[in-house]
């Protein structure tokens, strides 16, 4: 099932975003074995392992190479994601990503490492490998989090390239969403499928790393959760680590990733932890939870894993013993 062929086929007619390009997922034909199988999973971990949102085992592949050739956990998020930010035909991370309301595609992207340094990038334009810059503003600047015209100049100065990441697929997806310039999101099709990645490697250290071009035909100079430490992305080498995809604004009101990790903290299992963060979203007071779609993932130390999602048809990837498979997330609203 492809990453945003959510709920509801219904709501793709009614929406007016129901280009092929707004629901196309990652490589049809991906390298490695799949299998589909339920969350959670609480069996004792083999190190090293891979887990990411959606449907992306080309990209939990290649992270799982570079952990088994002695790579650490943070080259290989780094890797994995990179895979995805240049698959133009995702349209949802990277190059080919569909753009905002004006037509410009700019993405966003955070990296975290196993001692809790981290980077971010947040409107960075003309850049494919977004993750890599946010670990070059980690790496070889004193600073977080570079923004628009000054993260492009900082990529441009590290030897990145500049390249016009509108593709004709997108082009021709936004020009016909033009016709009506409906901005509200509709569940699943809202295009904003980021790839959120954590790994454990051989020496039971954790890193993650999130990256997306954000909801399509956004206002201008809209920023989600992805970049967003805390809420997108957190990890604690010591307790775990955890990544949110879906309506960024909704994972930011309850720093989303951040409580994960800290339930775990408290005693929880990933599984549980993030069924209790979807809850915090569902039951605030006059929630519109039916109207938009969160999901979480999460690692413990112990290698555990977790996922859960507001709606249905939200996946994790997990790459571990040679298996690379797609495990369907359980869900909060089954009614």
Aim: charge should be neutral; aromatic fraction near 6%.
């Amino acid at each position: 099932m492809k990453r945003r062929h959510f709920i509801k086929n219904a709501a793709l007619s009614s929406a007016g975003l129901a280009v092929s390009g707004s629901i196309v997922g990652c490589a049809d034909t991906p390298s490695e074995e799949k299998k589909i199988s339920l969350a959670p999973t609480s069996k004792k971990a083999t190190l090293p392992m891979v887990i990411a949102t959606w449907h992306v085992i080309d990209a939990t592949a290649k992270a799982m190479e570079i952990l088994q050739a002695g790579g650490n956990a943070l080259d290989a998020v780094e890797q994995g994601c990179r895979v995805e930010e240049a698959n133009e035909k995702g349209q949802s991370v990277g190059k080919g990503g569909l753009p905002d309301r004006d037509g410009n595609v700019t993405l966003d992207a955070c990296i975290m490492n196993k001692h809790g340094n981290c980077g971010s990038v947040v409107y960075l334009q003309n850049i494919t490998h977004a993750v890599s810059v946010a670990r070059k503003v980690m790496e070889n600047t004193p600073h977080v989090m570079l923004a628009g015209e000054g993260a492009k100049q900082f990529a441009i100065s590290e030897g990145f390239k500049i390249e016009n990441l509108l593709t004709d697929a997108s082009k021709k997806a936004w020009e016909k969403w033009q016709v009506e310039a409906k901005y509200k999101p509709i569940i699943n099709i809202e295009n904003h499928d980021t790839i959120g990645m954590l790994a454990i490697d051989k020496n039971g250290d954790i890193s993650g790393a999130c990256t997306t071009s954000g909801l399509a035909y956004k206002l201008g100079g809209r920023v989600g959760d992805s970049p967003i430490i805390g809420s997108g992305l957190f990890i604690d080498n010591e307790i775990g680590g955890c990544v949110a995809t879906g309506l960024g604004e909704e994972v930011v009101k309850t720093v989303g990733s951040f409580l994960v990790v800290e339930l775990m903290r408290q005693g929880k299992s990933p599984q549980e932890a993030c069924e209790e963060a979807i809850g915090r979203i569902v039951n605030k007071p006059h929630s519109n939870f039916k109207d938009f779609q969160v999901g979480y993932i999460a690692v413990n130390k112990k290698g555990e894993t977790g996922s859960y999602s507001i709606h249905q048809w939200f996946s994790m990837t997990k790459f571990q013993d040679g298996v690379n498979e797609q495990i369907q997330s359980d869900y909060f609203n089954k009614g």
